[in-house]
């Protein structure tokens, strides 16, 4: 009994090895969808079938339109390829024409890529414009009969303005720079709004630095805005990192008037967003990523205002304190002044004398005035070398000043005659009593007693 239980149990773990050497096939499932820009190739029981594929949807003027025409037959068909070197593609202008070598797939099918270079005439409106279906003749030889296939129509858009958006890498690390350029072609008649261009948000990306640059053609204008984008941290949430889409808002001047008022109505075209892997297998460190930015850039304009200008401003006003001082020091170097000695006291007396005896009141008070200022002129310059000093400095110095200098015997006096003197001069009236009394103190003051030897 022993012996058929273990021989039933090897049996049994016999059968296992050899069924484990045979798995149960399930049909394969359907292709997915082709890589973007790759080629096409459907399967189909036609013998000839026509696919299409346009560079853009929406043109504008002065651009050209790349129509990629993939036509696949199947073996034992002959297929007229020169009909598709003179289709009409109205109102498209077929301004050049590529036609691929035939290839063999799989070695059931050939196909061929033609390259249609079409343009829209000048002048043509907006609005959708249609590329017409267009045929190829063939001869199915194994089924003994002709036909012709045609092509699916393809709609394009003539539009004012076409935005693009790319960026030099979609793969980053922490702290890298990234650069993302946003080309802008629209029509001559059209103006864009750059307001919402310049005050643009990146979130969660962080802007560096923005450029802006206008070019312009005999039929279109062209905007290339580059921003120069980082990232610093990440966050602890899971979420999808990308480029949002950017709007950007165009309108005609020439259009939307409305009898007196002019409103200008705005349109919206958008980009699409890209995404944006970030590399997460950095090792986390507690310092801070600022030398990751790499060097500061700044505008041409912040350059010269807060650089240049502001080292010249400082230059400019040391140079205008300094330029006093300098010219009085060349002034003096090449013109040396020579200071006329002190008067003497006898020659100034003299004169004084002669003043006051020539002077006559006559009662008119422009004429007297003149003789008085003088006489007060006379009596400084007296004074003055009296106290040793030229008699232009005695003229240049106030009356406390000339005081302070002279002799103690006659500052008592002299300080008397000058402010009699003043009270006179700048007084409304003079009465002639006064006036005499006081060219009497002054022949005093000025007789040789009084002056000091």
């Not at 696919?51 to 339109?65: C, D, E, N, Q, Y």
């Not at 980053?172 to 310049?198: A, C, F, P, Q, R």
């Amino acid at each position: 009994m022993k012996k058929l239980f273990f021989i039933i149990i090897i049996l049994c773990s016999y059968s296992t090895c050899v069924c484990a050497q045979y798995d149960y096939k399930t049909p394969s499932e359907p292709p997915g969808p082709p890589a973007p820009g790759g080629i096409v190739l459907e399967s189909t029981q036609k013998p000839i079938e026509i696919w299409t594929f346009p560079s853009t949807h929406r043109l504008v003027t002065g651009k050209a339109l790349i129509l990629t025409v993939q036509v696949i037959w199947r073996l034992g068909v002959t297929v007229h390829l020169d009909d598709l070197t003179s289709v009409n593609l109205s109102p498209f202008n077929v301004n050049k024409v590529t036609v691929g070598d035939r290839q063999i797939f799989d070695n059931e099918r050939d196909f061929r890529i033609v390259q249609y270079i079409l343009s829209l005439p000048e002048g043509t409106k907006e609005g959708n414009y249609t590329i017409p279906s267009f045929g190829i003749s063939f001869v199915d030889e194994v089924e003994q009969k002709e036909g012709t296939a045609t092509s699916a129509p393809v709609t394009i858009k003539k539009v004012p303005l076409v935005i693009t958006g790319n960026v030099d890498k979609d793969v980053i690390d922490i702290g890298d720079v990234m650069h993302y350029s946003l080309t802008i072609l629209y029509e001559k008649n059209t103006e864009i709004l750059l307001k919402n261009l310049k005050e643009i948000k990146f979130e969660p990306f962080a802007l560096l630095h923005s450029s802006f640059q206008h070019e312009e053609t005999p039929q279109i204008k062209k905007l290339t805005v580059d921003y120069y984008l980082s990232i610093y941290e990440m966050g602890g949430e899971k979420r999808q990192y990308e480029i949002p889409p950017l709007s950007v808002f165009y309108f005609k001047p020439n259009e939307g008037s409305r009898g007196k008022e002019k409103v200008i109505e705005t349109e919206e075209v958008q980009t699409k967003p890209i995404p944006i892997i970030i590399n997460k297998l950095l090792k986390t460190v507690d310092v801070p990523l600022e030398g990751q930015k790499g060097p500061m850039a700044y505008k041409r304009s912040e350059l010269y205002f807060q650089g240049y200008f502001v080292i010249f401003l400082g230059v400019s006003l040391f140079l205008l304190m300094l330029a006093p001082t300098g010219l009085r020091r060349i002034r003096d170097n090449l013109f040396p002044s020579h200071e006329q000695p002190p008067t003497t006291p006898e020659l100034a007396a003299e004169e004084l004398r002669v003043l006051l005896s020539s002077f006559r009141f006559g009662g008119e008070g422009a004429q007297d005035r003149r003789h008085l200022e003088g006489i007060d002129t006379a009596l400084r310059a007296y004074l003055g070398a009296v106290s040793g000093l030229s008699r232009e400095k005695a003229l240049a110095i106030t009356t406390s000043e000339i005081l302070t200098k002279m002799p103690p015997e006659i500052a008592l006096s002299s300080k008397e005659i000058l402010g009699r003197l003043d009270i006179l001069l700048f007084g409304k009236v003079m009465e002639r009593n006064k006036v005499e009394e006081l060219i009497n103190r002054i022949k005093d003051l000025i007789k040789p007693a009084g002056v000091n030897k």
